[in-house]
């Protein structure tokens, strides 16, 4: 008998790739949103349903009846939608997975590479003590009344169509037209960046699995390369010689504070994570992982082959080339 799964959201960057490995693996997948178009299509062994997560009552009227061994909500961010999701869900599901985030762990870490039993604290980022305290909420609701809670810490994850830079496509069109690339400190720290495709493995290995429950477990690549090495493999993607320049992370903070938080609370520190306790229950995951070097060949080509998503952010190209002129080395005098 196959796993019956229910996403909520399901057409996003990651939730996509799940709901493709999930269909590949022979599982019952129905897809409840708003019904608006995207770039990314799904399957069509999906049952599809409208309604809007954040409406509990047009999620009721789009379910009826339907019960899941297994609802995951995609689109979760605040303890309010947690709660109003434990309380829509308690009697429709044999498991419930929450989306949270590898930014909710220790901000720097003390040590890695970082496990599930590395602390939860980031001081410097609203959007992951946001996922801190919806995680709380579910804990207690596991403790307290067997709510069944499995928690997922994504990394950073990309599909073909997502540069891993604030700014997005605008770097990849700073690289192609000479400028300087801004990056973030002296560019050696490590950073795990996973294909959308291989978290798909992991994630869709743990849906209707009983010994998942009450469990954390973040879903990670196995590679963490330098933010050097990154830029230069999506600058060879593209045909160029990438010109760096490196900014310190609290300069960029204060000439823009919205990436800086995503940098502070996130990107500037060094993450490397240990999946071991996935792989216990997920041995296939990281076999035949995809590597950046070709996951940025995949991403240049998509946007190549897509010229309306070609947008350059004029905001935040100015703001670079301010930090670019600022910092650029020069003799003292």
Request: proline share 7%; charged share 25%; hydrophobic share 40%.
């Amino acid at each position: 008998m196959s796993v019956s799964v229910l996403f909520i959201g399901g057409t996003g960057r990651i939730s996509t790739s799940c709901v493709r490995e999930a269909v590949r693996r022979g599982m019952d997948v129905t897809v409840l949103n708003r019904g608006r178009t995207s770039e990314r299509t799904l399957p069509p062994e999906v049952a599809l349903l409208t309604g809007d997560a954040n409406d509990p009552q047009s999620v009721r009227e789009a379910l009826a009846d339907r019960t899941f061994d297994a609802v995951v909500n995609w689109v979760n961010f605040t303890p309010e939608q947690v709660q109003r999701d434990i309380d829509l869900y308690a009697d429709r599901t044999g498991q419930y997975l929450f989306i949270s985030s590898a930014s909710a762990y220790q901000t720097p870490p003390a040590r890695l590479p970082v496990t599930e039993s590395t602390p939860l604290r980031n001081p410097f980022w609203q959007y992951s003590r946001d996922k801190i305290a919806c995680e709380d909420l579910l804990v207690k609701a596991y403790r307290d009344n067997g709510f069944p809670a499995t928690i997922i810490r994504p990394s950073h994850t990309y599909d073909e169509t997502m540069l891993p830079f604030d700014g997005g496509y605008t770097v990849l069109d700073r690289m192609r037209s000479g400028k300087p690339v801004i990056v973030h400190g002296d560019g050696t720290s490590l950073w795990t960046i996973t294909h959308a495709r291989d978290f798909a493995v992991g994630f869709t290995g743990l849906l209707g699995r009983d010994d998942a429950i009450g469990e954390a477990f973040h879903i990670t690549g196995d590679e963490a390369p330098t933010w050097n090495q990154i830029f230069g493999w999506v600058a060879e993607a593209a045909g160029v010689e990438p010109n760096l320049a490196h900014v310190p992370s609290d300069a960029i903070a204060a000439a823009d504070p919205r990436w800086g938080a995503g940098l502070l609370g996130d990107k500037a520190h060094s993450m490397v994570f240990d999946n071991a306790k996935l792989k216990r229950l997920v041995p296939e995951f990281g076999l035949g992982a995809t590597p950046y070097r070709l996951g940025a060949r995949e991403v240049v080509a998509w946007f190549d082959a897509h010229p309306e998503h070609q947008t350059v952010d004029a905001d935040i190209d100015k703001t670079m080339d301010r930090l670019a002129e600022a910092y650029a080395p020069r003799p003292l005098t």
